[in-house]
């Protein structure tokens, strides 16, 4: 079965935000076997929004709205809904007592008349009870498709999908499993990657899908396929997969899963019941702040240095200024020695450090902008690499974190 | 006149990836006047993308899509543009020589025939030169439409739009003047907003549209309108602004300009030749991560530290062991004391600190999850204030950073 998405907002058109909430959505449709077959992305605009429900009527069994369901005079989805349903407001009492509750209990002030309006929902609609937020989800049907509008606000989204949406659509449709699993690669790139495998690739059943994803000195090799047989499944495409991973054994560092690598250092981390610290120059903190984004970091992180000043290193930390002075501050002696001396400072087991110059000028050292130092320190040996990950400052420092976070797990996963 | 972008991949449609295309290219069409009307994305599949091409070719003016150029098989979208456009191959001198520098210069070996294929183009396109990739943009049209395609490597694709899109659609249609004006508020829901202005509102313009965006603790209010006059079109837009902003000077914090907060710390650092450093426990090293985002930032962040664990804030930063046994680590007392001795360890004038339980757990604290204090340190002044920001740590986090960067431009712009 198929799924359109449809998010309404003039602020994603004119590219003020970033429409996060159709990936949450494709990732929770996904594993439920939904695929979905387009996202549309439409302005605050009634004729507009008509359209777009029309055109996905007669594409998906299934549309998923969100935005414009505010207290404000923007806001139209709900308006829009009741003229292509052909309905008319009725007031729900459930959705009254919820918003009365939450300005009583969070906002500590009175409703306003136009807080109490959300209320008011379309007489044909189910209502979707959203626990953090005064605007209700709605799910209604028409010519065999389901309608669901949920606000636009990712957290209230994200909650009425998993509490309210995702159930309904399990109960109702029958949906086949969709599998995807994804191979992660360095060193080498795409077309490379195809003239290896491509014998393979051509023999590859048609039901498996095989796609190649570059991004920033990584290639991801994604095989998807459905089936209403799970195991079958499975079986299938893991089977080519551990045929792909044996071919491409020098490049692959492992798949892709519902965790991020940040998520499974903190798994790996927890198990050896290990510690980490970080020190980040070039990358001025992103390791940091993508470890400590996992609930839990504290048990095992204890914390971060960023001497972004080269004096820093060893005023701070204790690196050795004649390191600095024989190697210069891009290197991988002073990347190793800062990682060590993190372990010190921090009384830690794990360090990762990075020295390098993300750009666009070179500021104090020796090398050509791109070029990163990375180094982790565990209790038996400490590794380190020198990169060149080329130009542009976003791009190095991208490269950097991730470069960090797999010779990171690599070491734990070691030691 | 009206665009219309098209992404392609199901890395989109899966949730794999998120898609930054389409934001960079609706700023950039937004800035010399063009309407984007609709984003679609769509799956690498023949069908769908020759319905998505016919679909769009009724809507708009100009058609931008992105992705599927890639070198490998699951690339199809130049095969399908040939039969949209009922065209043939044929090979451009000017972008194999690209491809064959590319190699000689970058990658460091010989192409490979898939590689080379990359410049075979359709006959009817004018080849639009790609700077950072083997694949080359094209320029099509059909029924008055144009359609532009594009790598959807992130980076090749700003070059080309850049250097290549923008000045032929700017030399190719008329184009009236786009104008968006935002304030940025908070401490009041957009509800509350809405009840204080909207008389205001009753009698705005209807050429100017208001737009409400709430979002982690802040409610954004955009004004946007166009017209062929670009004088009258700013004049009518900041007149009706100035009457919001004053009646909401209670809340309002400025607008938001094309740079973002982070760009304006750093401008207001380098007018007052000044520096930084930044303390963060909660926050985890977001802070230090979008302030050296920006280029140039060495000049003036002299560094950052993540005392994760409380006695590392004693150990390396030196607070006061009495201070957190007094008032609990997470207190503006314990907030101030780390922002003090932060601009002594990195010897800076300016320096923001956070301490707060981002949850899900509480830790060693006595308050609530959500509980955030943040201090600002400056040469003449200490600023603190404690806040709730509610539950779900990605939100505490965010909403953290924001009023942290939201208090450091205030007095920084204050001293």
Sequence with gaps: MRAEIITIGDEILIGQIVDTNSVFISKE??????????????????????????DANERVDIV???GGLGPTKDDITKKTFLEYFEDKLVENKAVLQNIKTIFADYVGRKPLPSNLE???????AKVLNNLYGTAPGMWMEKNKTVFVSMPGVPFEMKGLMENEVIPRIVEKFNRPFIYHKTLLTYGKGESQIEDLIKEWETALPSEIKLAYLPSLGRVRLRLSSSNTDELLLKQAVDSQMDVLHTMLKDIAIGYEDESTIQSRISEAL???NSTLSVVESCTGGRIASEITEIAGASSYFKGGLIPYATQLKCDILGVDKAIIDAYSVVSVEVAEDMAMKSNKLFNTEFSVSTTGIAGPTKGDAHDEVGTVCIAVAGPERVVSEKFNFGNTRERVIGKAVNKAFEMLLKEISKN
């Design 29 to 54: 449709l996904n594993k439920i076997g939904v695929q979905v077959y387009q996202i549309t992305s439409i302005q605050d605009d009634r004729v507009h929004i008509l359209n777009a429900l029309k």
């Design 64 to 66: 998923l709205v969100t």
């Design 118 to 124: 959300q209320a008011q929902v379309p007489s044909k």
């Design 270 to 272: 927890l198990k050896k």
